[in-house]
């Protein structure tokens, strides 16, 4: 029969197989790894297009359509020109002397009419006045720069009037048309039946 005393200590062993095991279930929790608490994954951002407005490129500058007007040529003047004589050609009793008009200016300018002329003796006096050969019409005539225009003297070795030889010569003076300045040209011609033509 169990006595009281063994009694109370069974009830303290029991008591205390009771403390062991609770103790010992709290470490078997505590030593149990725990789960990491699953995160929300955040959804993957949706990256929206952007859209991207061209911007205008700058238009052309409208080409100006406006024709340029070209420069009016102006009459050549006696600096524009320069003024040579050809060698004396001769064909039966006729001599014949072309005069060379050369545009030497940066220019474009132009010369209408017949050049004025005489026969000079050694000290510039005149032995006559070339007349102008006959014509339809005195073109006008435009020289670009280095452009050459020209004209010709004639003149007769006979003096037609009486059959004779041409009694005298002269030396060739040559103004350009529309112009003051006369040139001196070392030609000599005779002065008889002496004509100048227009510029062409």
Do not use: W
């Not at 062993?13 to 279930?25: K, P, Q, R, S, T």
Request: hydrophobic share 40%; net charge negative; proline share 11%.
């Amino acid at each position: 029969m169990v006595t009281r005393h063994a009694a109370g200590r069974i009830t303290l062993l029991m008591a205390l197989a009771a403390v062991l095991l609770a103790v010992g279930c709290a470490q078997h929790r505590a030593s149990e790894p725990t789960t990491p608490a699953r995160s929300a994954t955040p959804a993957p951002a949706t990256q929206s297009a952007t859209q991207v407005t061209p911007s205008p490129s700058p238009s052309p500058e409208a080409t100006s359509t406006t024709p340029v007007e070209p420069a009016i040529p102006q009459p050549c003047s006696d600096a524009d020109l320069t003024v040579t004589a050809g060698p004396v050609e001769s064909v039966d009793t006729m001599r014949r002397v072309v005069i060379s008009f050369t545009n030497t200016s940066p220019e474009l300018c132009y010369l209408t009419g017949y050049p004025a002329a005489d026969l000079v003796t050694g000290g510039g006096g005149v032995l006559v006045r070339v007349a102008k050969r006959p014509a339809n019409a005195a073109p006008r005539l435009e020289l670009h720069p280095g452009e050459v225009g020209s004209a010709d003297v004639q003149t007769s070795a006979v003096d037609t009037a009486t059959g004779d030889p041409c009694g005298r010569i002269g030396t060739l003076v040559v103004t350009p048309p529309n112009n003051v300045e006369s040139r001196l040209l070392e030609i000599n011609v005779p002065i008889c039946d002496a004509t100048i033509s227009s510029v062409g």
